[in-house]
């Protein structure tokens, strides 16, 4: 089949919670990044999209799957991402992961507890971070750190949109095990303003996503590339003060979201320090060993 692209939702790069192969990343990086993130949007917006049946959904993303495979150039979305992976020898199974959980989404609309939702985020979210260093040639054993910063985007996404993608979707990433413990179904999530019970709920949620930082913030300076170091600090900083915002306030009846101009001043900060440690141990190391850091 070929894919409509009546069924977009005109959502870009810029609408993100978090920056997608922003300035801070080198150019020569950036269009592989982009081209991924425009394939797994096409993704996104087949498997949210309100009208589609499960089965047309299906259609649209093995359609992705086969024009990014070779198969067919059906999917037109596809089709840069493909270029730029035989362009750099860069494998499709970090793609072909998200795939797995767009399709997850369109077949499983529950999850019984944390550990299975952190299933979920091993193909919905973790991908997205190993491509990045893939690319950038950052060998695996930074996967150790990215793994968890992508999970708490995840799930930070999750809890914020809690209400949304329950109402329009009848989808629920809340651990049904969390609200059980509470006295609640997932009807709860229909109501305008969250109970005493939810909010503990949330917010328990939102504790156990923090709990993921410590690792996560052990990304940036685990990177070779400063620039990638720089974009990863930011991130980990938009990260936690997101998580405390879900400490504070209700996802049913407040926004949850950091302004355009919070994020990129909090984004800026983070970027800052960065390049400054960066700089400070450089000349650290170059004065104790008349060498200089490789770095890139």
Request: aromatic share 6%; hydrophobic share 45%.
């Amino acid at each position: 089949m070929t894919v409509d692209t009546k069924y977009k939702s005109g959502k870009s790069e810029g609408d993100e919670n978090f920056p997608v192969a922003s300035r801070m990343i080198a150019a020569r990086y950036r269009a592989p990044i982009l081209a991924f993130y425009r394939f797994a949007r096409a993704a996104d917006d087949a498997a949210d999209h309100p009208t589609l049946d499960a089965q047309s959904k299906l259609s649209i993303l093995t359609a992705l799957e086969e024009t990014l495979l070779g198969r067919s150039d059906a999917a037109a979305d596809a089709i840069p991402l493909r270029e730029e992976l035989a362009l750099r020898n860069l494998s499709a199974q970090h793609a072909l992961d998200l795939l797995k959980a767009f399709r997850q989404d369109v077949t499983k609309r529950r999850y019984q507890s944390w550990e299975e939702l952190i299933d979920y985020c091993r193909y919905s979210a973790m991908p997205v971070g190993r491509f990045v260093l893939d690319v950038h040639g950052e060998p695996k054993s930074t996967w150790r750190h990215s793994d968890p910063l992508c999970a708490a985007l995840q799930v930070i996404n999750h809890l914020q949109d809690c209400a949304k993608d329950y109402r329009s979707l009848d989808r629920v990433y809340i651990p049904l095990d969390e609200l059980s413990s509470r006295g609640l179904g997932v009807e709860a999530l229909a109501s305008p303003r969250s109970s005493a019970q939810l909010l503990d709920c949330i917010r328990a949620l939102a504790d156990r996503t923090k709990s993921l930082m410590p690792e996560a913030r052990l990304l940036p300076s685990s990177v070779a590339d400063l620039r990638l170091a720089a974009e990863t600090a930011a991130i980990v900083e938009l990260a936690r003060k997101l998580i405390a915002i879900l400490k504070i306030r209700d996802p049913l009846a407040e926004p949850v979201h950091l302004s355009k101009s919070q994020a990129v001043m909090i984004a800026m900060r983070a970027a800052a320090a960065t390049f400054a440690n960066r700089a400070v141990a450089r000349f650290a190391y170059s004065k104790s060993t008349g060498m200089m850091p490789h770095e890139r």
